[in-house]
Every structure is written in structure tokens, then in C-alpha cells.
T-cell receptor, first 112, second 112 residues
Framework: QKEVEQNSGPLSVPEGAIASLNCTYS??????FFWYRQYSGKSPELIMF????GDKEDGRFTAQLNKASQYVSLLIRDSQPSDSATYLC????????????FGIGTKLQVIP | DTEVTQTPKHLVMGMTNKKSLKCEQH?????MYWYKQKAKKPPELMFV???????INESVPSRFSPECPNSSLLNLHLHALQPEDSALYLC???????????FGDGTRLSIL
């Protein structure tokens, strides 16, 4: 079982819709979770991080964490074609204070 | 543009060459990281420096040699690389080991 799992996609949503990106993790002791956006040929860009159960909102982005279900999600409201990218979920696993483990990433396509 | 600056942006080298990748940040971050990323794969951790000391080496071959001259600079010295080492090399930094990591634009390395 991979430590951080994501569906590689592509996930296609129409412009203006809500994109829902999901991630599960195997280590119940994981403490911190991160979402990065990576455009093709570019480096990852941090867009959200979440440490506590519940929702965290920043503009059009909402990160959701459910530690009981070992589930993290990223919602993108009013999706734009410029949101088309690969979204990497990352987790700081227990015992790995300085190490972040990445999922394979979900490719999002926003259709105009 | 990111606050983590990597040079050069592109590097082509032969298998017998010696070259160095450089990374600089002026955010006062005390943890710095080297990652390797192949196409359609997530970033793969290579090294972590915390307070200028090497704290994690993910069993990286000795042809990659990291160096942290001071808290703002991180180098990766390359020698006798193999064609399979061709990849995007990413530097990241964080306030400390537990905080979100911010990536530079990367160096795209090609080994002939």
C-alpha cells in the first residue's frame, strides 16, 4: 500500500464547476498535509496546507482533512482553465519530521 | 518567480563532467532540501539540511554530493552522472523541518 494515494486522473470538469481532488494516506500518525499545484514543465507551488480536522479555506480553494478516515481533499470553486495542472498531495508521516511524502498527483483539466 | 532561486535553469553535461547546481533563499528558512523529479512522477527526496547540517540522505549515490555553505545557500555537486540521472532537480526550503516547503523553479539536467 502506498503511503499517500491519489487517482492520477485526468479529472475533467467544466469551467465554473467545483473540482474535487482526493487523497488518502496510510499512516494514521501523519500530522501535516499539503497541496501543491504543478504546471507542466514547472516546479510545484504550495497552495494549501492543513494540520487539523475540518475545513480550511483560502479564496477559491478549500482543503478538508478527516484524520479518522485518513482522507484529505482539495476543492476548487469556480474552476478556471488556468487551474488545469497536476495537483500533488503530500503528507508529513509520523516519525518523519523533515520528510514529506508525495502522492503521484492528479491531473486536472478544466474545459472551457 | 519564486523566493527560492536555482541556477542554472538548464544544464547539459557529459558523463565525465563535474558541475554544480546552486540554490539560494533569503527567507530566513533553516531547512533546505534537494529533490529529483522524473517526468510524470512526484518529487523524490534526496537530501535535507537542517540548520546547515545534513540530516537526511535518502541513500543517494555518491556521484551526488550536497553542500550547505551557509543558511542561505545549498549546492549539489555532480560528478560522473549516468543518463538515468537526467531529471528536474528541485530545491526547496522551509522555516524549519515541520513547516510547508517552498520550491525553486528547478534545474533541468540532461546527461549525454
Amino acid at each position: 500500500q502506498k503511503e499517500v494515494e491519489q487517482n492520477s486522473g485526468p479529472l475533467s470538469v467544466p469551467e465554473g464547476a467545483i473540482a474535487s481532488l482526493n487523497c488518502t494516506y496510510s499512516d494514521r500518525g501523519s500530522q501535516s498535509f499539503f497541496w501543491y499545484r504543478q504546471y507542466s514543465g514547472k516546479s510545484p507551488e504550495l497552495i494549501m496546507f492543513i494540520y487539523s480536522n475540518g475545513d480550511k479555506e483560502d479564496g477559491r480553494f478549500t482543503a478538508q482533512l478527516n484524520k479518522a478516515s485518513q482522507y484529505v481533499s482539495l476543492l476548487i470553486r469556480d474552476s478556471q482553465p488556468s487551474d488545469s495542472a497536476t495537483y500533488l498531495c503530500a503528507a508529513r508521516l509520523s516519525g518523519g519530521y523533515q520528510k514529506v511524502t508525495f502522492g503521484i498527483g492528479t491531473k486536472l483539466q478544466v474545459i472551457p | 518567480d519564486t523566493e527560492v532561486t536555482q541556477t542554472p535553469k538548464h544544464l547539459v553535461m557529459g558523463m565525465t563532467n563535474k558541475k554544480s547546481l546552486k540554490c539560494e533563499q533569503h527567507m530566513g528558512h533553516r531547512a533546505m532540501y534537494w529533490y529529483k523529479q522524473k517526468a510524470k512522477k512526484p518529487p523524490e527526496l534526496m537530501f535535507v539540511y537542517s540548520y546547515e547540517k545534513l540530516s537526511i540522505n535518502e541513500s543517494v549515490p555518491s556521484r551526488f554530493s550536497p553542500e550547505c555553505p551557509n543558511s542561505s545557500l545549498l549546492n549539489l555537486h555532480l560528478h560522473a552522472l549516468q543518463p538515468e540521472d537526467s531529471a528536474l532537480y528541485l530545491c526547496a526550503s522551509s522555516q524549519d523541518g515541520g513547516q510547508p516547503q517552498h520550491f525553486g523553479d528547478g534545474t533541468r539536467l540532461s546527461i549525454l
